[in-house]
């Protein structure tokens, strides 16, 4: 089978590649060694966390059937391997569409649980993990586990943004929302400043089950600030069958150099705030355009060139938003760098049932660069630093270089987490980070 790689193409692949029944044998004869598997959903993940450079990947698209689905109830059940893409086509006749989607719908169902994706609702509908009742989990002693939505079920609460690394999922029951259409009556609103961003920011995560910001990381002077508020709901009368997710257009190849440079995208960042300040008032569009505007370009990740890209995405308390955007932003431009999607959105008060979960209250910054070796490392590592120094986290899914402190700082539960890990799943993720972290302090104990 082909090597797997992550989507931001600065990690190497993985050459070992197992289909899910040899892994399913392996597993099932506890004959798997340790650290040598972890699920590969479709490969979104921008980092390392997908990875498993010392092992193997298993590749869970074979496992793509859905296995039932109750209109009366809004529940389906599907293999883990089954895209979200395909999920929408089938329950939109139904008037269904899943409560949750990123931003893109080109992510397996597994790989929505194991990293409790969120997407432009969160202040409604809290993570995807909040939506999942049931799911069958296969560990390394050979035990097949149907784990139902508890709080005492620690298996099961432990796998909600568990990374893959509490055993293989095969299946899961998701709790699906009901809605008039798929279309979406869209309000795109400008603001000309973060202050003013941040002032109606609340109110219309309040009125709007769908919320998002676009803002020019690149402007300056008077025009530093500037974005775009875009909300959306359901249209009553509108599209009720998906349509078409292939992608007709695409990047071929690979690009030798980066097309997304800064001079490009201070045009882009232009032309699109122009365009998009103009469309006044609500209206209604497609929602694949909504939700998944990049899914029609395929492989668009290329257009970084042969270094690949980083993605950085972090959260900070309600309370420090209004310095803590301002000073990332800032730290960017003044280390040279131009971030293709810049994304701001606020997160609510939903808590995720999981262990470890990246949403939470606050607000969620993400931007996109270009690797350019150790310029772009430094930049991210102070970006780490301001996020961290002001109290919030850094997302591990997407991520490709954090230091195990900064992971610790973000998430000082990870070792809940370690405690439940099925000892022959690993991540390249988790060995850089928790892994280390735990022999750095065993080392300690030792030496002292």
Same mark, same amino acid.
């Given at each position: ?23 399913? =044998? ?62 929408? =086509? ?240 800032? =730290? ?117």
């Amino acid at each position: 089978m082909t090597a797997r790689r992550s989507f931001g193409l600065i990690n190497p692949a993985v050459p070992k590649v197992l289909d899910p029944g040899a892994s399913i =044998a392996l597993l099932k004869t506890g004959t798997a060694e340790a650290g040598s598997l972890l699920g590969y959903g479709n490969g979104r993940s921008y980092g390392d966390s997908c990875l498993n450079g010392q092992g193997a990947v298993v590749d869970m698209r074979p496992m793509n059937r859905i296995l039932a689905f109750d209109p009366v109830a809004g529940m389906i059940e599907a293999e883990a391997g089954v895209l979200l893409s395909e999920i929408i =086509a089938y329950i939109a006749p139904h008037g269904f569409f899943p409560a949750v989607v990123p931003g893109t719908q080109f992510v397996t169902l597994g790989g929505a649980i194991a990293n409790d994706i969120h997407g432009k609702n969160h202040h409604r509908r809290g993570t995807f993990g909040c939506h999942v009742e049931a799911l069958t989990l296969l560990t390394s002693d050979g035990r097949i586990h149907r784990l139902k939505r508890c709080s005492k079920c620690r298996l099961f609460v432990a796998t909600i943004g568990g990374m893959g690394l509490t055993g293989l999922i095969l299946s899961a029951t998701v709790r699906l929302m009901r809605v008039p259409s798929l279309d979406i009556e869209e309000e795109i609103t400008p603001f000309r400043g973060f202050d003013e961003y941040f002032d109606v920011a609340e109110a219309a995560d309040d009125a709007n089950e769908y919320a998002v910001a676009w803002t020019d990381q690149l402007a300056i002077g008077r025009r530093e600030g500037r974005g775009l508020l875009i909300t959306g709901n359901h249209a009553e009368f509108g599209a009720r069958k998906a349509s078409d997710a292939r992608r007709w257009l695409g990047v071929p190849f690979g690009m030798p150099v980066c097309l997304l440079n800064r001079p490009f995208l201070k045009l882009f960042n232009s032309a699109y705030w122009c365009t998009k300040s103009k469309a006044l008032g609500k209206h209604k569009t497609a929602y694949q355009g909504f939700f998944f505007p990049l899914d029609g370009v395929a492989d668009w990740n290329r257009l970084y060139g042969p270094k690949g890209l980083y993605q950085h995405q972090s959260v900070f308390p309600n309370g420090e938003a209004r310095k803590t955007v301002p000073a990332l932003l800032a =730290a960017a431009r003044e280390a040279g760098h131009a971030s293709f999607l810049t994304v701001l959105k606020r997160f609510g008060g939903v808590a995720s049932p999981g262990l470890i979960s990246f949403p939470r209250s606050g607000y969620t910054l993400t931007l996109d660069f270009p690797n350019r070796g150790a310029d772009t490392l430094a930049l991210l590592e102070r970006l780490d630093r301001i996020t961290v120094e002001f109290g919030g986290a850094v997302n591990p899914y997407k991520d490709a270089r954090m230091a195990p402190e900064v992971f610790a700082a973000s998430f000082p539960t990870w070792r809940d987490l370690e405690m439940h890990r099925d000892p022959a799943f690993l991540s390249d993720f988790w060995r850089r980070t928790a892994i280390r972290l735990s022999t750095e302090a065993g080392s300690g104990l030792a030496a002292e």
